[in-house]
């Protein structure tokens, strides 16, 4: 089965409501009327103008609405949103004049959403860009305790597996942060290694990627990544985690068990990896394009780790199958 059938399975079990804010995108509204009849979310809330939603219908092709709209310029809770979100940005210089304007934004306002319970969680960035879906997400949410950072995770469905046999591989960070330091990293691969967990149910075995593979080429570039491999492997063995780990491996080396026993012999990650980590969001964000558009992989992402509510982000290349794909592990996210 694929990993997208399972996680449908288990979202039917999550009964949630997903709020996705850009109403205005038939990508959008197909993939609303989708999560519906797949019964995937109890409710989904599309927001947008009468208007707006009606155009998206109808070059979709969507004559029935199973979802629920929200004129959220004329909302009742506009006003209460620009109140609540003042408040909470008092010290960062915000004023009402400003809250107004910033909650003429949808996904604002569908963030707000989440954080007054109204909804369980968002999907958006069809049409917006991540910048400003991050922005959204961290100043209405923020990140979840003890959660330095957030980041973000591709889950790769491969049409041919891996050399080692996973059809799942998860690569990080392809979305939120430019240039992680070695600390950074760690978080990251901390991170992408629980989700990989509560998505595959199976131990993450973690590669932090470079151009090098265990000291085989030497350069300042390469240092943050060969500290962060060593700081992962500290933890895991000071907090007894059901992680494998190692780095620096070149991407070969991680994925490919002969290429492993030449350049990596004795690592307990190299030619097994399922966990891909990036040196930084240009390789991170490359790599996953490289493999979705190239190898037909299915690319579900960016999955956001390490925020207070699941709101997650979008290419703005996805269609509808890749919003409802984000729609199922926005509802699973809400379950654990
Ligand atoms: C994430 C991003 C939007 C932050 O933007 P920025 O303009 O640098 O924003 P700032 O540094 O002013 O931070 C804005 C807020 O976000 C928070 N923030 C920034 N990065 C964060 C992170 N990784 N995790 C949690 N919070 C973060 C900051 O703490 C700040 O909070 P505050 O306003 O309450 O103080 C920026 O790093 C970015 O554009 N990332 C790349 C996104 C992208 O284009 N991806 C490629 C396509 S997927
Ligand atoms: C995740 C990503 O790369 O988003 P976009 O294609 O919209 O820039």
Do not use: W
């Not at 310029?73 to 010290?91: G, I, W």
Request: hydrophobic content about 45%; proline content about 4%.
């Amino acid at each position: 089965m694929s990993i997208l059938n399972t996680l449908v399975e288990r979202a039917r079990k999550g009964a949630k409501v997903i709020v996705l804010p850009e109403g205005q995108d038939a990508r959008v509204v197909a993939a609303a009327n989708k999560a519906v009849d797949e019964k995937v979310v109890t409710k989904a809330i599309v927001l947008g103008s009468e208007a707006e939603i009606a155009e998206a219908c109808a070059k979709a092709g969507v004559t029935e609405r199973k979802f629920e709209c929200v004129d959220y310029l004329n909302s009742p809770l506009y006003n209460d949103f620009v109140a609540e979100f003042t408040e909470m940005r008092k010290a960062k210089g915000m004023t009402p004049e400003k809250a107004a304007k910033t909650m003429q934004s949808r996904i604002y306002f569908g963030a707000m959403m989440c954080r007054r319970g109204l909804a369980d969680g968002l999907v958006a960035g069809s049409i917006a860009s991540t910048a400003d879906m991050l922005r959204a997400a961290f100043h209405c949410i923020g990140t979840a305790p003890g959660m330095k950072i957030a980041s973000s995770t591709f889950v790769m469905d491969l049409k041919t597996p891996a050399p080692a046999g996973d059809d799942v591989l998860l690569f990080a960070d392809c979305g939120v942060n430019p240039n992680p330091d070695a600390n950074q990293l760690v978080d990251i691969a901390l991170a992408t290694s629980n989700t990989y967990r509560a998505l595959l149910g199976k131990t993450p075995k973690v590669a932090f990627l470079s151009f090098s593979t265990k000291g085989s080429a030497d350069h300042e570039i390469l240092n943050k990544v060969k500290e962060a491999a060593a700081m992962m492997q500290q933890k895991i063995a000071d907090e007894k985690l059901d992680i494998l780990c190692d780095g620096e491996l070149q991407a070969d080396a991680a994925l490919v068990p002969s290429v492993a026993a030449a350049k990596a012999p004795g690592s307990p990650v190299a030619g097994a990896a399922n966990v891909l980590i990036f040196p930084d969001l240009n390789a991170g964000n490359i790599g996953y394009k490289l493999v979705q558009r190239l190898a037909h992989a299915d690319a579900y992402g960016p999955v956001l780790q390490g925020l207070a509510k699941p709101l997650n982000d979008l290419s703005r290349g996805c269609n509808s199958d890749d919003i409802f794909g984000q729609i199922v592990i926005t509802v699973c996210q809400t379950m654990k």
